[in-house]
């Protein structure tokens, strides 16, 4: 991470967050952090600054009430509802 990253989230105040734990509790070395975010619902991994292509990317759920600081304690969890999809290849489009 950089300086930037690893200062914002040393700001953070521990005692709002939905899983307190401070940023110094989670790593060894603050230049890296890994993570790991799997959708409970579909099975599907994000994976950060992958880009969009619509040869691998297809959108399956549409957030309907996500916003910034949603993991702070006592905020809604995110809800998503469910879109019918077609996959698709290179050779095919929908």
């Given at each position: 991470r ?16 939905r ?7 989670r ?6 952090l890994v ?16 880009g ?15 916003r910034?600081?949603?993991s ?5 969890l ?17």
């Amino acid at each position: 991470r950089t300086s930037t990253e690893i200062s914002t989230e040393k700001s953070v105040p521990v005692d709002q967050l939905r899983d307190p734990q401070h940023d110094d509790q989670r790593v060894q070395d603050p230049k890296w952090l890994v993570v790991i975010g799997v959708c409970t619902h579909l099975g599907c991994v994000p994976v950060a600054n992958a880009g969009d292509s619509a040869a691998t990317t297809v959108l399956a759920t549409a957030p309907i009430m996500t916003r910034q600081g949603a993991s702070v304690k006592d905020q809604p969890l995110s809800t998503s509802r469910f879109l019918h999809i077609a996959l698709w290849t290179e050779e095919s489009s929908l």
